[in-house]
């Protein structure tokens, strides 16, 4: 297990993880942004305090916000982000309740309470040119991949772009899901769904649309599926409170379970000392587990 240094500030209540250009960043709900520098965690200057989501491309970290009318992206440690307004549909901008953002090649792609947004990249910050914003159930999770960009609002959805415009498409709307992420293979997405007390994971085959229910799991009624880790071998699944401020961790039963794909076994993890879960990452060989308490590292296998 790691060593952590002390901090200029200590991270917690982690609502997101990403990994940008060899260092780990933490977007801390009512706190803002933090990067590791591989001995301490220090606060990036002049970042929104109510951060949401984070996404890496090559060159920028993008953040978005919960209820501060803009998104933005920073392109390296201890330089002011770049903030981009949110577009004017929704009056005040401030209304935006934002929970993920995704970057892909051409567009970075926003999920609200009650909107989908897809921003050009190569529109000027000052004046962003949306390319896309249209009215949705509360979005989970995005995935952008080669065959169209899936958006998980409690139904699945995918659209894609072409010379005409965009087109969309409703992939299955019987279950109830709660998180969504890409295999590494980029050929699967790895889906949580909810039935009361029991969440399942299932594996869907993008290419010819096959749904596996792969392993049902117990949760709490006051908890939900934070985010969902898939590796070569393994499957992290993190579970946490609904929403992104602190809960009293007396009142969650949370964690971190990893479901192995050849053993096909589910276990949960033993040594979590967060119990209020938010979000996972892979960092030089550990698992980093973010949450309302803070951010705990472990080492696990790779393969």
Known sequence: MLRFYTAEAVPTNVVALCGFRGQLWAACYGQGLFFWDGRRWHFQPRSPKYITGLSADADRLWFCTWMEGEIGFVRRERTSPIKIPLPRLVTPRFAYRNLCITADTSNVWVGSQSYLLCLDKGSKEQKPEWKLVIASGSISSIVSIKNG???????????????????????????????????????????????????????????????????????????????????????????????????????????????????????????????????????????????????????????
């Open 149 to 303: 960009t899936w958006v998980a609002s409690r139904e699945l959805w995918v659209y894609r772009e072409d010379a005409r415009g965009f087109s969309f498409r409703a992939i299955r709307s019987d279950i109830s899901i709660t998180n969504m992420a890409l295999d590494p293979s980029g050929k699967e997405l790895w889906v949580s769904s909810d039935d009361e007390r029991e969440q399942t994971l299932w594996r869907y085959e993008t290419g010819n649309r096959r749904w596996e229910a792969v392993v049902k799991f117990p949760i709490s009624p006051t908890s939900t599926v934070t985010a969902i880790l898939p590796l070569k071998r393994s499957i992290y699944v993190s579970v946490g409170s609904y929403g992104f401020t602190a809960t009293p961790t007396s009142s969650v039963q949370g964690g971190v379970g990893v479901y192995d794909r050849r053993g096909q076994q589910w276990r949960w993890l033993e040594g979590i000392r967060i119990r209020d879960v938010k979000s996972l990452a892979i960092f030089k060989n550990h698992l980093w587990i973010g949450g309302a308490e803070g951010i705990q590292a472990i080492q696990v296998s790779l393969e």
